[in-house]
């Protein structure tokens, strides 16, 4: 029970629906030149990170997201070797990209340094090594502008925002997916979050009809991540091809890149995440 004086973190997930977090203590609020940053370490979850009031990751869940933004595509890339991660300044996702042995090299472009720095400071369990890894290059610059001059340079590209609002935003807009196309290798892959198709009915059918008339196949999958609004978090992948893997190829391919003690991704989460319920499929058909 909530008592007079305990502290919360709010999120306002929609308009009528707020998210409360437990605050044991407060470790950073900072205004950067982009957005409000906020760490706390909470009562129940670990710590916590936030953007302009919107949860970014707890340590409880965070490997839940993480993992399916990155695996998935990665997996279905038969030798990906140089890879670009756009935002995802805590580093989660450079950190699962690196689980991949072919893996030569990560341009991680992060807008905002200060996200970077805070979580070199207090989520060190989340950014891990990967400060030290010779195969990290980190670029402090706005993704559109730091791919504008690339062509045919990556296997994978991953976009890891925040919500469209804000200096997200370009980053769900058609004009950004086709300087997407254009710097992936021929059989290169593209994925992005785009939010939960349980509230954010525009965002996940504009990121699908954005990214269509922009690349040959699309596809939507689905995770679970506790702490972000329902709980149900929508992804994208998209390229020239997509690589249809039966449960033998992907186990195979799990195996052999030691993607086997994972927390929420699997061979057989894998294949099943693209089963999408009908209310999901209805709203992608509009
Ligand atoms: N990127 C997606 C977070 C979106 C959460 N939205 C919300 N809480 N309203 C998180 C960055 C983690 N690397």
Not at 236 to 256: F, W, Y
């Amino acid at each position: 029970m909530a008592k007079k004086g305990d502290s919360f973190f709010i999120e306002e997930q929609v308009e009528g629906v707020h998210f409360h977090l437990k605050i044991k203590q407060w470790l950073l609020r900072q205004k950067t030149r982009y957005q409000e940053l906020i760490v706390a370490e909470t009562e129940d979850l670990g710590r916590m990170m936030a953007l302009d009031g919107k949860v970014m990751l707890t340590e409880a869940d965070e490997a839940y997201y993480h993992e399916m933004l990155v695996h998935p595509l990665m997996v279905m890339l038969d030798n990906p070797q140089t890879v670009a991660v756009i935002g995802g300044g805590d580093g989660g996702s450079v950190r699962e990209v690196l689980r991949h042995p072919s893996v030569k090299k990560v341009y991680w472009v992060e807008i905002d340094e200060a996200v970077v720095e805070a979580s070199r400071s207090f989520l060190s369990s989340v950014c891990m090594g990967i400060f030290e890894d010779p195969r990290v290059d980190l670029i402090i610059a706005p993704g559109e502008e730091w791919l504008a001059d690339k062509e045919d340079a990556f296997d994978a590209l991953i976009v890891d925002g925040t919500d469209p609002i804000g200096p997200a935003l370009p980053l769900f807009e058609q004009p950004f997916f086709e300087m997407c196309r254009r710097v992936l290798k021929a059989h290169g892959l593209f994925s992005m979050q785009c939010g939960t198709p349980f509230y954010f009915h525009n965002e996940v059918r504009m990121v699908n009809r954005n990214l269509g008339s922009v690349f040959p196949q699309v596809k939507l999958y689905l995770g679970y991540v506790p702490t972000y609004p329902s709980g149900l978090w929508a992804y994208a992948v998209a390229g020239e091809r997509l690589n249809e893997l039966n449960l033998s190829e992907i186990r195979k391919r799990c195996e052999q890149r030691g993607l086997t003690n994972l927390r929420y991704y699997s061979p057989e989460i894998h294949l099943s995440s693209f089963v999408l319920p009908p209310f999901v499929q209805e709203l992608l058909e509009f």
